[in-house]
């Protein structure tokens, strides 16, 4: 019973808040979140990614031992992702982004926050860091299907982490007016991204529903399938297994149908935008299951 409590504890106020974007969205369809998705790629989301790892008692070890895990995991994301879209048919390059790059930002921070308080926080911080990172480059390098270095200094997220990197690497107790500063912001940031989520799922439409399906069940159920396998590997327990997991599970990034909107065809953003629909709409039932599983197993 107890382990219930927890589950809903976990699960609630973060379907909570998108369901209030969902219900904004109905409401007032008209409704424009290129405020928040602006104000969260420049400001907020930096802020919330030193807060994560400059205060929650994450080292630089801890630090560069899960920045390294997901990469590897995103390699093997990324063999899965290949297969599944030369199966169906799909461009293999500008169409990869949703099965490779999980939504550990929007949904995955929160939830690791409230199952395994600030010590799963940091560590999911140095996971998301990656999938931020990688979403400003190879992201936008997929969708253009071309390198341009320069995408890297325009984004934000990037100086979020080298800031937090020196602290972690110096060993240096960050001032109380930047931890603050960072945490009103960081906060901020949580809510109105899962707000914004609940307002795409009402924009966002589902054009191909066998691929989407498909590529779908490459994110939703693979993806926690790789996330035990390396978790076996590197012989990871407790919070450290039970966040990696849990980032592992998570459906598709919002932010891949955001930068195919700006670099890439419109069918290849229709495609985009239908997979994460439906794998976030799937990942209502299957998040409970992994959090469930996680709470239990790696405690």
Known sequence: MDILIKLFEVIFPVFLIIGIGFFLGKRDPKIDTKFITKLAGTFGTPALIFYSLTT??????????????????????????????????????????????????????????????????????????????????????????????????????????????????LDIEPPIFLVNATFLIAYATIFLVLMSLGIALTKLKVFSLKNSLINSFSRIIIGPLIGLLLINFFGLKGVEAGVFFIQCSMPSAILTYLVASMYSPKRVVDSIASTIVVSTVISFATLPIVIYFSLIYFM
């Open 56 to 169: 929650t008692g994450v080292n630089f070890e801890t630090f560069l031992t899960f920045f390294t895990y997901e990469v590897i995991a995103i390699i093997l994301f990324s063999f899965v992702g290949i297969i599944t879209l030369l199966l169906t048919k799909q461009d293999i390059f500008r169409e990869l982004p949703p099965l490779i790059l999980p939504n550990n930002g929007n949904i995955g921070l929160p939830i690791c926050l409230f199952a395994y308080g600030a010590k799963g926080l940091g560590i999911a911080a140095a996971i998301a860091s990656v999938i931020m990172l990688f979403h400003f480059t190879i992201g936008i390098f997929l969708a253009k299907k071309k390198i341009d270095m320069t995408t890297i200094f325009f984004n934000g997220p990037i100086y979020g982490i080298i800031a937090a990197i020196i602290f972690l690497y």
